[in-house]
Structure formats: structure tokens, C-alpha cells
């Protein structure tokens, strides 16, 4: 696949999260990514270019305070909060932001081999660029049609898709952009998120929404994660699924919850082409045997 070629071109795996959507669960997927190759081995960057909300440094602040709660030495990545607002205040300064963060990108992967990048839900100069960068570019995706709408629009009777939206535009543009600077296309997942574990009609019509999206947008759709509530208790703690699912470290006793959650996040891995970076079979059998 082309991942190779703009491996070649910058020595790190660049991994965007995006939606033009706030609440899609840009923010958690992007802390699970870089977790789960920390927990591999890999050296991770990671860049929180929504300033304003600020989750994704948030989620790590937090992690590193609950670290030193429990008395554990939890992983930490190296963490870059990019906020063009105050560095780069003006219009003008808009393009010297943006060459600013291919900067820091290109000085980040001289020394780690994946850089995860969580972007803010609105479109922007820095968040263009930021997917033109992406090797990888993973867009979680409420399911339903209010969701679905960033990508596509659909027939009210028949909900057959009708066209592209503004989203699935800026994507192609960044695509596009990526093509002429290296020949690279980026690998573009949907990852469907908070999904009812009880099929539905809403499930299944989305699905086959997006299905025909993939065809015509060249995105591959792969089923995400649940709805879980163990996903909104691990941000206060900055916990993540594939932590040790041990009660010290998650405060709490382990639950089947913790080990399908982990199944689903190694599942993403896979769908990534990062299987082998994923916990062993063996790790799977240990989380468990702890629950
Ligand atoms: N699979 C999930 N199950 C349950 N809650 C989720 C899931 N994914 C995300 N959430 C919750 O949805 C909300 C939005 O997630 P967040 O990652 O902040 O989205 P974004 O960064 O796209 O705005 C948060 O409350 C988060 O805890
Ligand atoms: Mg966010």
C-alpha cells in the first residue's frame, strides 16, 4: 500500500483523527491509538490541535495526575498542545502556523515512529494541513444519519446517499493536495463509534449508507466501538482499554467491559495494518482471566 511510500518520505507514521463533527469521539480514539502502541513499544508523539476544547491534552494531564495517585509508572506520550491562537494570533499569521506545525510533524518524526495528531471539529487552515500530513486518517462516526451527514447526504425516502458533503470534501482536497506533493493517498478509515450492541434498523440503515459512501469517497468503514460507559469513566483518570487491567491502576475492579473494549481497540489496530504492534493473544487471555 502507498503508507509505504510516505513512510519513505518521512520517517514516522502519521496518524490524523478527524471529523468535522464535535462528539464524533475524536479525542478518545485518539488517546486509545497512541496508548495502545505505547503499550507495544512504539514511540509515540502526540499533537491536540484543539486548543480550544483542549480534551485530548486534558485526557493526558490527568492520566499523568492519577500516575502519581496510585503509585504507578503509567505511560506517558510526548505530548504537544498546538495553540495557533496565541502564537500565531493574526490571518496573516494563519500560513506560518500551518508551516509551524509541518515543522514540529517533521522534527517529531526524526525521533518517534508514530505521531498521533487529535483535531478540533471545525474546519480551519491548520486542520487542512494537519490532513494533508495524515498517512493514516481515521474519522469516528456516531451512528446516525445527523453523523452521516458530514460525509454524505441522503434520499429521504428511499435513504439512498445522494451526494458528498462538506467534510468528505475537505478530505478529498487534503487527498488530493498529498497526491501532488508525494504520491501518496492516505488510508481512510471510518471507524463507526458508539454503536448499539443490539442490532437495529437505524444500525442497519447507516451501515448501508455508508457503505455506498466508502465506494464513492474510497474510505474503508470498519465497525468501531460501542456505546460504553467505561469509555467517559477513563478520561478523568486519563485510563484508557488497553491499561493493566488491575484494580490499583484502574481504581476500580475489571469488568468484561474492560476486556471487549480491548478487543475492540486491538480490532482498530488491526484494521490499520498494526496488528503485530497490538497485546499478544496471551495479554488478551490474562485481561480475562482478571475480569
Ligand atoms: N464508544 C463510546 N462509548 C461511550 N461513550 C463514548 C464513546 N466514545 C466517545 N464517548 C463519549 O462521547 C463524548 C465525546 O467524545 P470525544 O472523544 O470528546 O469526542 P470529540 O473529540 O470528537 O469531540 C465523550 O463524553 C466521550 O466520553
Ligand atoms: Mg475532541
Not at 89 to 108: K, M, R, W, Y
Not at 111 to 126: A, C, E, M, Q, R
Not at 258 to 266: G, K, P, S
Request: net charge negative; glycine share 8%.
Amino acid at each position: 500500500m502507498s503508507i509505504e511510500k510516505a513512510t519513505l518520505a518521512r520517517p514516522a507514521r502519521v496518524i490524523v483523527v478527524g471529523n468535522e463533527k464535535g462528539g464524533s469521539g475524536k479525542s478518545t480514539v485518539a488517546m486509545h491509538i497512541a496508548m495502545a502502541l505505547i503499550k507495544s513499544g512504539q514511540s509515540v508523539a502526540t499533537i491536540d490541535l484543539d486548543s480550544r476544547q483542549r480534551s485530548f491534552t486534558h485526557y493526558i494531564e490527568n492520566r499523568r495526575a492519577w500516575a502519581r495517585h496510585v503509585g504507578r509508572d503509567l505511560e506517558i506520550p510526548n505530548h504537544t498542545c498546538f495553540d495557533p491562537q496565541v502564537d500565531y494570533p493574526t490571518e496573516e499569521d494563519e500560513t506560518a502556523g500551518c508551516q509551524a506545525l509541518s515543522e514540529a510533524v517533521d522534527a517529531l518524526a526524526q525521533s518517534h515512529s508514530f505521531i498521533v495528531i487529535d483535531t478540533p471539529g471545525h474546519d480551519s487552515d491548520l486542520m487542512r494541513r494537519a490532513h494533508a500530513m495524515a498517512d493514516t486518517l481515521i474519522t469516528p462516526l456516531n451512528d446516525s444519519f445527523v453523523d452521516l451527514d458530514v460525509l454524505g447526504t441522503v434520499d429521504p425516502e428511499t435513504l439512498g446517499v445522494t451526494g458528498t458533503s462538506h467534510y468528505a470534501q475537505m478530505v478529498e482536497d487534503a487527498r488530493s493536495q498529498r497526491q501532488l506533493l508525494d504520491g501518496m493517498t492516505p488510508d481512510w478509515i471510518v471507524l463507526r463509534n458508539r454503536l448499539s450492541t443490539l442490532g437495529s434498523r437505524n444500525k442497519r440503515l447507516v451501515g448501508e449508507g455508508l457503505q455506498e459512501l466508502s465506494q464513492r469517497l474510497n474510505f474503508r468503514c470498519i465497525e468501531g466501538l460501542a456505546e460504553r460507559v467505561i469509555f467517559r469513566e477513563f478520561y478523568p483518570r486519563g485510563l484508557t482499554a488497553v491499561d493493566e487491567l488491575d484494580e490499583i491502576t484502574l481504581g476500580t475492579r475489571p469488568t468484561m467491559s474492560h476486556v471487549t473494549a480491548r478487543l475492540e481497540i486491538e480490532n482498530l489496530l488491526g484494521a490499520m495494518g498494526l496488528a503485530d504492534a497490538m497485546a499478544s493473544g496471551d495479554m488478551m487471555g490474562q485481561a480475562r482471566d482478571a475480569a
